[in-house]
């Protein structure tokens, strides 16, 4: 099997993961929420073992069913000055519909960028200037970037992102994963070729002490890594778009090699905007932009899709507890859907994408938070646009989730 384990040994770790904890370092501070709003859908169903609830954006009403453990909108907010709110959650001190203060770290999504990157880099610089800003006080933890990170793999395009998302380095740990506009063919499956790893390197990600290793010498498109949340560790997997049945089984590996620690996926192609996991043997037709699409007559092995990472890699370790996700829009050009699973154990596992890519400004410049509050056992998600200075409140993008 291809692929380097820095720090493995046996395909353990050979360090301490107590002592590296000591030299990682995390701000604190505060949470959000606001306005802006779309109808949503609700849709339950069984599945998985244990069965699954699913939300998904619509243009429907909320109907019975919804996500297990949801509680609906928390707090209401106001803006802080440029760019800032203080809501989900409320200020530090303040309590709020979200129960008193507790000691809470954010972990920011960033759902599709291709069209900050080709059109507008003002979104995407406005974007990193506002996480660099919010780090302390809304105790970032770390940003994951959910693929399609350019529109086309051309220099001027990872130019603009390189840019952009460097402003993190030193700052902010983040983890990028690889979406189908990122491919030279857009989505060439066939051979992968990409710009990504001129723009961003191994190297730069090991710099990170909690860096694990690659899938493949040299080359970002599946990583794995440590972060801290807090004194808590974190095991953060990338996979690519439509990841290769050899990059599922690595990933496989290394959540087998740390079963005790939580973890989290994040790859381009998993949820479809209606809350259903990308499925191209029970959806052959009726699901858009299947990862399948992309690849003409594709080997055995050479693509899956969200349904076979859920039963290869995702549901057979108890340790993962959340995969993240973007790719896919509905007519109104976006997805803001989530699915609640279990673990054969019955431990849940919180599956969300969110993806506004073809709405005004190529997405609008909105990303998510997830708020962790360990204290209250639950999860705070909320949506907020930097460059508009707005929220979205409805209950598909904002909403509560139980720690599993």
């Not at 809501?87 to 530090?92: E, L, Y």
């Not at 506002?130 to 086309?152: C, K, N």
């Not at 690519?240 to 959540?255: K, M, Q, T, Y």
């Not at 370790?317 to 279990?342: K, Q």
Request: net charge negative.
């Amino acid at each position: 099997m291809l692929g380097t384990m820095r720090g493995f040994a046996q395909g353990r770790l050979t360090w301490s993961l107590m002592a590296w904890a000591l030299v990682a370092a995390v701000s604190v501070g505060a949470g959000g929420c606001g306005d802006d709003s779309i109808a949503l859908e609700a849709d339950a169903g069984p599945g998985g073992i244990g069965g699954e609830v699913g939300l998904a954006a619509t243009g429907g009403a909320l109907e019975t069913g919804g996500v297990a453990g949801t509680g609906g909108a928390v707090g209401t907010g106001g803006a802080a000055g440029t760019g800032g709110a203080a809501g989900m959650g409320g200020a530090a001190g303040t309590g709020g519909a979200g129960g008193s203060f507790d000691n809470f770290f954010t972990v920011i999504t960033l759902p599709d960028t291709q069209y900050y990157s080709s059109m507008y880099p003002d979104i995407f610089e406005s974007q990193m200037r506002w996480i660099v800003d919010q780090r302390a006080s809304r105790r970032v933890a770390f940003v994951l970037h959910e693929g399609d990170i350019v529109d086309t793999d051309i220099a001027p395009q990872w130019q603009n992102a390189s840019r952009s998302l460097h402003k993190l380095d030193g700052i902010v740990p983040y983890v990028l994963a690889q979406g189908n506009h990122d491919y030279l063919t857009m989505g060439g499956i066939a051979d992968r070729s990409t710009l990504i790893n001129q723009y961003f390197s191994v190297a730069t990600l090991a710099k990170n002490p909690g860096f694990l290793g690659s899938f493949e010498p040299d080359r970002v498109e599946n990583t794995a890594q440590f972060l801290m949340m807090g004194d808590k560790a974190w095991l953060v997997i990338s996979l690519e778009f439509g990841p290769r049945d050899a990059a599922v089984a690595w990933a496989d590996g290394v959540l087998k090699a740390h079963p005790d620690v939580p973890a989290m996926v994040v790859t381009h192609a998993y949820l479809y905007w209606d809350g259903t996991r990308y499925d191209h043997v029970a959806h052959p037709t009726d699901q858009a932009f299947s990862p399948y699409a992309y690849a003409t007559n594709p080997a055995p092995g050479s693509v899956n899709d969200g349904e076979e990472m859920w039963k290869k890699v995702i549901r057979e370790n108890e340790n993962v507890e959340f995969v993240v996700s973007g790719h896919v829009f509905n007519s109104s050009g976006e997805a803001a859907a989530r699915l609640t699973s279990t673990h054969p154990s019955g431990r849940a596992v919180h599956q969300i994408v969110a993806n506004y890519q073809e709405t005004a400004y190529g997405g609008g410049g909105y990303l998510r938070l997830m708020e962790f509050h360990p204290d209250a056992g639950e999860i705070r998600v909320s949506t907020y646009s930097p460059y508009l200075n707005l929220w979205k409140r409805d209950d598909a993008n904002q909403f509560t989730l139980p720690l599993p």
